[in-house]
């Protein structure tokens, strides 16, 4: 079975730092192209947004609520996507997803459980 686990997330003071995990096993992905990786969140009451997002050619995209201070990153070796996330606000507590979006005769995204990320003093 293919399986996207969310790791690293918590309780964190304003200002402080996460770095979440994404850990990808199964062999589909050695059979699908990776199209784009990406975070996206979903605060209650809220629409779930993308907040980053790294495509195959390399570039970076995010949301405007958290440029400049999260960074996606992807390790290929470990099958692992990682969201670094400082500078942290209340207003960033959500339940955060990893997805992988991969492609062969069409476009089919794979969703992480999700992980709660909470932002308080």
């Known amino acids: 079975q293919v399986q996207l686990v969310e790791s690293g997330g918590g309780l964190v003071q304003p200002g402080g730092s996460l770095r979440l995990t994404c850990a990808a096993s199964?062999?589909?992905?050695?059979?699908?192209?990776?199209?784009?990786v990406s975070w996206y969140r979903q605060a209650p009451g809220k629409e779930r947004e993308v907040v980053a997002t790294?495509?195959?050619?390399?570039?970076?995209h995010y949301a405007d609520s958290v440029k400049g201070r999260y960074t996606i990153s992807r390790d290929n070796t470990k099958n692992t996507v990682y969201l670094q996330m400082n500078t942290l606000r209340p207003e960033d507590t959500a339940v955060y997803y990893c997805?992988?979006?991969?492609?062969?005769?069409?476009?089919?995204?794979?969703w992480g459980q999700g992980i709660q990320v909470t932002v308080s003093s």
């Open positions: 199964g062999s589909v992905f050695s059979l699908r192209r990776i199209s784009a």
């Open positions: 790294l495509t195959t050619d390399g570039s970076t």
């Open positions: 997805n992988v979006r991969t492609f062969l005769t069409a476009y089919y995204d794979y």
